[in-house]
């Protein structure tokens, strides 16, 4: 049954008709023929030449730091898979490397020889168990009459092994002169490269001979050829040489005279040619000048040189690699729903560009969300398909209407529906009842109240607290790129630029904290009012109402701003004086110093960002609520909603004011470590300490005041 699944097989398959003509002269089991100049391009260019090994250097650590993720097909949509062999394989393919440095050879070995090679070393069931980078000049490809490529072999020490076609990944560059084998881009550069180097020799060898060649040294009487070698070789030893450089020539006997045939200034300048052929170089590997030191770099035009060299060279290798690799490796585990993606994210030099488009994105009105979802790379979302207004970015239909009922897109797939969720006024609350029609039913029932709301709200929060955090690392971004220009100009004294740099941003930080303040009460406020609408059987929001909160939202986004943003750029200036303090202590470089401080920047844009961002929108969030029930002018007491943090991370004082209940003009007593209190109008209230409000996750409910409800 094998032989004849084989054969049928066989036949159907549909192989080039020009496979045999390109393999009819190479005997069976010979390998195809090809220049054989790959140690030549590794020894001569790569190990010998600097402006060849700098691109090189460049492309492949660039290529080899992005990291991949693994992902499959289900139902026509892409999932990532987490746990998996081919998983582990990657994260190290071998018991020598770890993926970055696998990656790393590769790469190096495709950019110098056009050529990389993989092989697969696998079990006895065929299933790969490490990965191995290969030699490109130890290997040759066995061409096959029907398959073309019928497998590779791999010499070395004058031994050589065969590998089916299979077992070897052959990553190669285009070619237009071979059927099997890549172009090498160090080929294609070897006369600029010949001249690069012979220009360089030729300037050693000026500096050892003083600075000049060699002059005529005349002598009035014939001379034995013995003694002209005798004299040749002890004018090189007294007077050739950077040692012996500017030693006067002294002529014995009066018989003998030296003319010096010295070249001109002119003549002796060989850095525009060595410019030219460093250029040439470059230009072959297309990598910017900027990142090889053939043009003045500065911070900023080395982060568009290198946006350039992953626009223009990386990812384009990138595609072609995942292309050929989920061809080669992810059926050899059989499955053919499986594939390596590389996750593009995590390419800093391009979070720029994203943040842009992403910000275009946001600003359409003629995009549903959905839309914007796809162009981003995430999936679409359940009643995504609508369009947002700039004014509030709301659904349309909710923007018309901001009372009407709570729009499904602001509700998450996983928030409890209004039945599951435990609320205040669910025994029929209504502003002409009776004060026994209303009942809460103890602590226990307003303890699962406040769990159900912090749920809620935090759900919510998240779309805000990932506006805002993308914004903040702009801001930290922007402010970065001022500090690395300061220290390019200024060194190890810019500590006063870079102060300055900070303090001319304090406008853009203001920028975002009020917007975002502003649409984070609006939708949190509007969300309150919907909620106390639907909880009393359609009572109706007076229009006054409507006005009152808008007016306090524009008072209360501005109140405590400067503070936060004093604090902020506060913390900031310290850490980087710190960090230049120390690192000039030490003796340590500014470009040290530099590196240092991109790399206290990318921690600003993760845990730092994400905590500025929590605690704006927390802040916000709660007060939009308040202001929205203020407005109400109706008799109501606030209710402190704890988190549900604990462990490591929780607050004693907050967990203690777990169901505390004011009146809405009141003050809470808040404690934020089980010991000193504060009085705080809301959870995150900005005047409040460090201590009591940032990270904090509380939330407000509501609930009659029977005592002071007269009606």
């Not at 502003?431 to 109240?449: H, I, M, P, T």
């Not at 902020?568 to 120390?582: A, M, N, V």
């Not at 209710?639 to 169901?659: F, L, M, P, Q």
């Not at 809405?664 to 009085?679: I, K, T």
């Amino acid at each position: 049954m094998d032989i004849f699944k084989t054969l049928g097989s066989l036949i159907g398959r549909k192989n080039s008709q020009t496979t045999r003509l390109i393999s009819k002269f190479i005997n069976n089991g010979s390998t195809a023929p090809k220049e054989g100049r790959e140690f030549d391009f590794a020894k001569e260019g790569y190990n010998e030449t600097v402006m060849v090994f700098a691109c090189v250097r460049e492309i492949a650590v660039a290529f080899s730091g992005i990291k991949w993720c693994l992902f499959r097909m289900v139902g026509g949509e892409k999932q990532e898979v987490t746990d998996h062999p081919l998983i582990d394989l990657w994260r190290r393919p071998n018991p020598h490397q770890g993926s970055t440095s696998f990656l790393l050879s590769v790469a190096s070995h495709y950019c110098i020889a056009g050529n990389s090679y993989i092989e697969a070393a696998t079990d006895s069931l065929s299933v790969p168990q490490y990965l191995y980078s290969l030699r490109p000049d130890r290997m040759s490809v066995i061409p096959d009459i029907v398959d073309r490529i019928g497998g590779y072999r791999y010499k070395a020490n004058g031994e050589a092994k065969d590998f089916v076609d299979g077992e070897i990944l052959h990553f190669k560059d285009f070619s237009p002169t071979s059927d099997w084998y890549g172009l090498s881009a160090i080929g294609v550069a070897a006369l600029s490269i010949d001249s690069f180097k012979g220009q360089q020799q030729w300037n050693k060898s000026l500096l050892d001979h003083g600075g000049q060649p060699s002059g005529i040294l005349t002598i009035e009487d014939d001379l034995h050829p013995t003694a002209v070698d005798n004299l040749r070789e002890d004018f090189k030893r007294k007077h050739q040489g950077s040692g012996n450089a500017y030693e006067p020539f002294i002529a014995e006997g009066g018989k003998m005279k030296w003319e010096s045939i010295g070249l001109n200034a002119t003549e002796l300048d060989f850095i525009e040619s060595q410019k030219l052929s460093s250029s040439q170089i470059a230009q072959v590997f297309n990598v910017p000048g900027e990142l090889v030191g053939l043009l003045p770099a500065t911070y900023s035009n080395r982060r568009e040189a290198r946006k350039a060299l992953y626009t223009e060279v990386v990812l384009p290798m990138l595609d072609r690699f995942r292309d050929d690799f989920n061809n080669w490796l992810p059926p050899m585990f059989g499955t053919d729903d499986l594939f390596f993606e590389p996750d593009l994210d995590d390419i800093e030099a391009m979070q720029e560009d994203r943040e842009a488009l992403w910000k275009r994105l946001d600003a359409s009105e003629d995009l549903t969300l959905n839309e914007r979802r796809v162009s981003k790379g995430y999936d679409e979302t359940d009643d995504g398909d609508v369009i947002f207004v700039s004014s509030s970015k709301l659904p349309l239909s909710d923007a018309l209407d901001p009372f009407g009922s709570l729009p499904e897109t602001e509700k998450p797939d996983d928030e409890p529906s209004d039945d599951d969720v435990p609320d205040p006024f669910d025994k029929g609350f209504e502003l002409g009842g009776e004060e026994g029609d209303y009942d809460f039913g103890g602590e226990a029932k307003q303890a699962r109240v406040n769990r159900a709301e912090v749920l809620a709200v935090g759900r919510m929060r998240k779309k805000f607290d990932r506006r805002m955090a993308k914004q903040v690392r702009s801001l930290f971004k922007k402010e970065l790129s001022g500090i690395m220009d300061a220290l390019d100009r200024f060194g190890g004294q810019a500590q006063a630029n870079i102060d300055q740099v900070i303090d001319d941003l304090k406008n853009d930080w203001e920028d975002a904290i009020i917007t975002n303040r502003k649409l984070v009460m609006d939708a949190f406020g509007k969300r309150q009012l919907r909620k106390f609408k639907k909880e009393n059987n359609g009572f109706e929001v007076k229009a006054t109402a409507e006005d009152i909160f808008q007016a306090e939202i524009r008072l209360a986004s501005r109140l405590h701003v400067a503070d936060q943003i004093a604090g902020i750029s506060s913390t900031t200036k310290k850490r980087i004086r710190k960090l230049i303090g120390d690192g000039l202590a030490v003796g340590k470089s500014v470009e040290e110093i530099t590196v240092e401080l991109q790399s206290l920047y990318k921690g600003f844009s993760v845990g730092r960002a994400n905590t500025i961002a929590l605690t704006e929108t927390v802040t916000a969030q709660n007060r939009g609520s308040l202001e929205a029930m203020n407005s109400l002018k109706i008799p109501l007491l606030k209710v402190w909603a704890w988190s549900g943090i604990t462990g490591e991370h929780e607050r004693k004082g907050h967990h203690d004011a777990d169901g505390q209940s004011v009146q809405q003009e009141e003050m809470f007593r808040v404690s934020p470590d089980g010991g000193s209190f504060e009085s705080l109008l809301h959870p995150g209230d900005p005047s409040a300490s460090a201590g009591n409000r940032i990270n904090c996750h509380c939330a407000l409910t509501y609930r009659r005041d029977v005592e002071n409800d007269d009606r």
